[in-house]
C-alpha cells in the first residue's frame, strides 16, 4: 500500500499514539475505536455520529466515505463535497486519509472552519487562479500547529524565532505557560517516524493561566474554539501569516533536545524571516 507520497504504507499500529506525543490529540481521538486492524470509513463515520454529529462547513452531517471518480474542479470534488454533502473522501489503510479524519473528530469546529474558508474563498477568486488565503488554509489545515500562551514575551521569542532563549533558557516557563497542539495530519503522518526537519506552521492563541489547570479534553475543546473564531475572521490570511515551528524543539516532544546543543543545528532552527537580534 502506497501513501499520499508514494511510498509504502506502514502496517496499522493500535498503538500508534505511543510513537510521539504530537500525536496525543490524534491518539485521544482514536482511543474509542479500540480495534486491531484499520479502522474503515465507516467506523470513523459511527464515531463522528457518536460525537454528537460533527458538521462540515454549511453544517451537514460529516461521513467519512471511499474517494469516487467525479467531474468539476479539485476543489468542487474535495471541499466542495465536504461543504455540500460533509462527505469527506477517505482512503482504507491509509495514514494520510486516516490522520484526517481524526483530525475531524479531535478538531471538529476548526476543520469546520477551514472547510467554509475554503469554500468562500474559492468563490471569491477571479477567474478560477488559486488565491494566497486558501494557500494559507491548506498550509495550516495539512502542518498546523496550535500554539496556547498566556505569556506574550513567550509568543514573541517563538515568531522572532529566537529558539535557544525560548526552547532552552526560559525551558521551565514554557512547560508552565506554553501548550502545543498538532492539527495537521500530514504533520501527524510524520509524526509515526520522527525526524529532525520536521516543521510545522502555528498559530499563535491567548489564553489565562487557568487555561494551563485544566483537562487535557478540556484544553483541546478550547484551542478548538478560539482556532475556528480565528479561522472565521479571515486568519490566515497568507501562509506568511503562520510561524513556522521546528516541533522537535518543543520540550518533552524529542529526546534529543534535551541538551542545550541540539539548538545550535541552524539548519533545523532557522534565524528566520522574523528574526533580531538577541538581547
Known sequence: MLNSSGTAQPAWDPRFGERSPLLAPFAAAAAPLAIPDWPTPDALSALAAAGGGIASGSGARVRFVAPQPAAGTAMQRYEGRIHAAGEVPTRERNWH???NALAWLAWPRTKAALNAA???????????IRGRRRDAL????????AVATSAPDLAAL???FRWQEL??????????EMRFFVIGHALAEKALAPFVGMTGHAILLD??????????????????????????GGMPATPR?????PV???????????????????QYFRPGRRAQPSR
Request: proline share 4%.
Open 118 to 128: 475554503h469554500v468562500a474563498a474559492a468563490a471569491a477568486e477571479d477567474d478560477g
Open 241 to 245: 501569516e503562520l510561524a513556522p515551528l
Open 158 to 160: 517563538l515568531t522572532g
Open 207 to 232: 489564553v489565562t493561566p487557568e487555561f494551563f489547570a485544566a483537562s487535557g479534553a478540556a484544553q483541546r475543546a478550547a484551542v478548538d474554539g478560539l482556532l475556528a473564531g480565528r479561522i472565521a
Open 167 to 176: 526552547f532552552w533558557r526560559a525551558r521551565a516557563r514554557v512547560a508552565r
Open 138 to 145: 491548506t498550509v495550516f489545515d495539512e502542518s498546523g500547529v
Open 97 to 99: 486519509d486516516l490522520f
Open 248 to 266: 522537535l524543539g518543543v520540550p518533552g516532544w524529542w529526546a534529543g533536545n534535551e541538551e542545550a546543543s541540539f539548538y545550535d543545528n541552524t
